[in-house]
């Protein structure tokens, strides 16, 4: 057990957690827990990350008004991590989904069900293991390296943009056919080509961003040697590795991060058990009217 008083409502600064929530939270752990024992056995270095990283350090735990789980690796190590999981990740844990630079590894003996619901995918609780990437660090190399890894991102995703940047004038570090290849294959080529694209890049800078933040031109950036040295912040009643110098990564992303915001996070008219298998569950219920009678809060 990881969440002290799994069963009980509880206040946590000035915010209502309820006994159903914790025991979300306390899946979550056990998916955690999953991850962390693959990553020992292969020396591979992972921290908290995101809203995670951010509750270790404010709260010494989850943030009362969140509910997810968010790790990260550097990109070597992510893509390590990858090419063990069909060897070393085991039931009930499994893919949940996997894009660029982002996985989601589920817990098969619960339910998660909300707008996003995508027939054939496992419908359960879930956590976040993100790819640190490099970004344009304003040097010679790593604006190029940036750029030329932005390119294949583009030609994957939208390649109509890439062919109205060349008739605009602009010129490509990529040759306009690979990308043209790339924009045609399959969405889990595309991915292997980016992650060892990535991957190969990975010393052309020393800035780097949570990979959904570069795909999103959000800006918020951080130093790699950032993250030279790990320490362990508690967390519920375990501990997560965080790098050191989490104040300066925090402080990056969120500014005054010692100044709670409360958001309106939680699954407010998502269906959830932390109980039930989600086979189980849609086995026995119409899906999409139960989506309906419960719009998704966010």
């Known amino acids: 057990m990881f969440i002290k008083d799994l069963y009980r409502d509880e206040i946590r600064s000035g915010w209502l957690v309820k006994a159903d929530i914790k025991k979300l939270w306390n899946r979550q752990l056990e998916i955690w827990a999953e ?6 056995r292969h020396g591979i270095t992972y921290w908290a990350g995101y809203g995670t990283l951010l509750g270790a350090a404010r709260h010494k735990g989850f943030i009362p008004w969140d509910e997810d789980v968010d790790l990260c690796m550097m ?3 992510y893509n390590r991590f990858m090419e063990l999981l069909a060897d070393e990740l085991k039931p009930p844990f499994e893919i949940k989904e996997k894009l660029f630079g982002l996985i989601r590894i589920s817990h098969s003996q ?7 619901y995508i027939e054939g995918k496992p419908q359960a609780i879930a956590i976040d293991i993100f790819a640190l990437d490099i970004v344009n660090d304003k040097t010679l190399e ?11 991102l583009t030609a994957a995703c939208n390649y109509p943009k890439i062919i109205r940047y060349v008739q605009s004038g602009g010129r490509l570090l990529n040759d306009l056919h690979v990308l043209e290849a790339i924009s045609k294959t399959s969405e889990d080529k595309k991915i292997e080509i980016l992650e060892s694209y990535a991957a190969a890049l990975w010393r052309q800078s020393s800035i780097i961003a ?7 031109k959000v800006g918020k950036t951080f130093e790699k040697k950032w993250f030279d040295e790990t320490i362990y912040l508690p967390f519920e009643t375990i501990e997560l590795p965080a790098p050191k110098r989490f104040d300066e990564i925090l402080t990056a992303y969120y500014g005054d991060w010692r100044t709670p915001l409360k958001d309106d996070q939680n699954r407010k008219g998502n269906i959830y058990s932390a109980d039930i298998p ?4 849609l086995a026995h219920f119409d899906i999409y009217n139960l989506i309906k009678k419960n719009p998704a809060s966010h």
Do not use: M
């Open 210 to 216: 949570w990979i959904q933040d570069t795909l999103n």
């Open 35 to 40: 991850v962390d024992r693959i990553c020992r």
């Open 75 to 77: 990109r070597p190590d």
């Open 110 to 116: 619960t339910t998660v069900i909300d707008h996003t």
């Open 278 to 281: 989600y086979k189980e569950f």
């Open 142 to 152: 790593g604006s190029a390296a940036y750029k030329a890894l932005d390119e294949l």
